[in-house]
């Protein structure tokens, strides 16, 4: 077990709906990162947090945004989805926010239908 | 298990045996390495860094190589077990930049 979760662990819904996921990071890591894995990309960086403020951009949708809350949890938002934003989900946290031994949560599998 | 891929590089292995897993990163800036595994239905585990003033560094059953001329990484699993079945990633990192880009991903298959 990591410490890092991540709710839900499955998650189905239909085009053009919206979806949250949740990430709590380990206990006093400050950073979090949010990937997403598809069997044809691998594992995208989307987007970084470091003690609430963002920190790093990567592959990131426009219709996706993320915010880290003061209570250090993150939530990655998905709109307008696509069959293609079909994926896992991974967030991961780290105490520095210097990438240096990031711990994944188990992912969360969005199915879009 | 969920997969995690498709269609990647396949290392098969008899329990027991040396593994090495190779990667190759594109960016020459590239100052500091990771190594992932993946089992099926898990996320990514740290396995082992390294920066880019060290050409080796051990682990316990690991080892990782660093060859910055030739902009390559390998992971070598000494006494490879059934539970080192996984994917492995090698992740590079450029300094100041934070943002990992990750390999393709290589499947180890471990034979009892």
């Known amino acids: 077990d990591s410490g890092v979760t991540q709710t839900p662990k499955h998650l189905i819904t239909a085009t053009g709906q919206r979806v949250t996921l949740r990430c709590s990071p380990r206990?006093?890591?400050?950073?979090v990162y949010w990937y997403q894995q598809s069997l044809d990309q691998g594992l995208q960086f989307l987007i970084q947090?470091?003690?609430?403020?963002?920190?790093a951009k990567g592959n990131i949708l426009e219709r996706f945004s993320a915010q880290q809350f003061p209570d250090l949890h993150s939530e990655l938002n998905l709109s307008s989805l696509e069959l293609g934003d079909s994926a896992l989900y991974f967030c991961?946290?780290?105490?520095?926010?210097?990438?240096?031994?990031?711990?994944f949560g188990q992912g969360t599998r969005l199915t879009v239908v | 298990g969920e997969s995690v891929g498709l269609h990647l590089p396949t290392l098969s292995v008899q329990e027991g045996d040396n593994s090495i897993i190779n990667c190759a990163y594109s960016?020459?800036?590239?100052?500091?390495f990771i190594w992932y595994k993946q089992e099926s239905g898990k996320g990514p585990q740290f396995i082992i860094d390294?920066?880019?003033?060290?050409d080796k560094r051990q682990g316990q059953r690991v080892t990782v190589l660093l060859n910055k001329t030739v902009k390559h990484l390998s992971l070598q699993i000494a006494a490879t077990q059934p539970g080192d079945s996984a994917v492995y990633f090698c992740a590079e990192n450029e300094g100041g930049s934070y943002i990992p880009t990750f390999g393709r991903g290589t499947s180890l298959i471990v034979h009892p």
């Open positions: 960016n020459s800036a590239s100052d500091y």
């Open positions: 991961a946290s780290s105490v520095d926010g210097l990438n240096t031994e990031a711990f």
């Open positions: 206990s006093g890591d400050l950073s």
């Open positions: 390294i920066r880019s003033n060290m």
């Open positions: 947090y470091y003690n609430g403020e963002e920190r």
